[in-house]
């Protein structure tokens, strides 16, 4: 009885419940006091009751109302903060998508720097095992995209031990892998009927390869500058038209010719 008029007297009835159950703590002031400090107490409190006034009562209004359930302050982010970090995010994610996409450029021309490396290791040891390249002619021919034929299962076929003619004791010289969808092939062997056997590059195009059929010990360069000499003295290339899919002539390091791999440099 004695608490609940104290409620009465200091004006409790402006305080929430939690702040009311712990007011005869806060309210010890005696009453001139209370008279003295009347007009913060209203800035306060908002209460118009004058004599309501609790000693130190903004610090602790304030953490009550961080701890009271469904107050302003508990809500979680506001709109504007949730719109910096959704635009600290995206920031991010500009900065960060090229550099991945590098890495993946990369990686690609790393993978077919090595393919065409084993193509001209897998025509040598062809040529070491039967004495002549893997190809029907006499000429120096390209094959594959630019060349004659314009696909490199011709080649790949003997080189893989498929193709008794050219590979009687079918020695398998070369193994890419499959490709994994055979709809896109890319970084190795099509399987579909109407790629059946061809080498593709990880941009989804036929190596290309250029073989020393008229057996001068060399070959022409495909590229007229910053790739070697004219005549490259080796007896096979190979070269990936790289992403675009385009080049293998001129300037290799200008035009569509600046991004493809070649086995020679
Ligand atoms: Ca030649
Ligand atoms: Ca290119």
């Not at 000693?55 to 949730?82: H, K, N, V």
């Not at 719109?83 to 550099?99: E, G, Q």
Request: hydrophobic share 35%; charged share 20%; glycine share 10%.
């Amino acid at each position: 009885m004695i608490g609940a008029a104290r409620f009465s007297v200091w004006g409790a009835h402006c305080l929430p419940a939690r702040v009311r159950a712990s007011s005869r703590v806060l309210c010890g002031a005696s009453p001139q006091s209370r008279s003295g400090n009347a007009q913060r107490h209203l800035e306060v409190c908002g209460c118009a009751d004058a004599g309501h006034e609790l000693r130190g009562e903004a610090p602790r209004r304030a953490r009550e109302a961080r701890a009271l359930p469904g107050s302003s302050a508990a809500r979680g982010f506001t709109l504007i903060e949730l719109l910096v970090v959704i635009t600290v995010i995206a920031i991010l994610m500009a900065l960060l998508f090229p550099a991945f996409k590098g890495v993946q450029d990369q990686a690609k021309r790393t993978q077919a720097k090595n393919d065409v490396t084993q193509i001209v290791t897998a025509v040598n040891a062809f040529y070491t095992e039967y004495g002549k390249y893997p190809l029907s002619g006499t000429t120096e021919t390209t094959i594959g995209p630019g060349g004659t034929p314009a696909t490199n299962e011709t080649l790949l076929n003997p080189l893989r031990g498929l193709e008794p003619t050219l590979n009687p004791k079918q020695i398998v010289f070369i193994s890419p892998p499959d490709v994994k969808d055979k709809n896109n092939p890319r970084s190795g062997i099509g399987t579909d009927a109407g790629n059946l056997g061809r080498y593709f590059d990880p941009w989804g195009n036929n190596y290309v390869v250029r073989i020393d059929g008229d057996y001068d010990s060399q070959v022409a360069n495909p590229y007229t500058s910053n790739a070697g000499s004219a005549q490259l003295r080796t007896g096979v290339i190979a070269w990936s038209l790289g992403k675009d899919g385009l080049g293998g002539s001129i300037d290799k390091n200008a035009g569509n010719s600046d991004d493809d791999v070649i086995s020679w440099q």
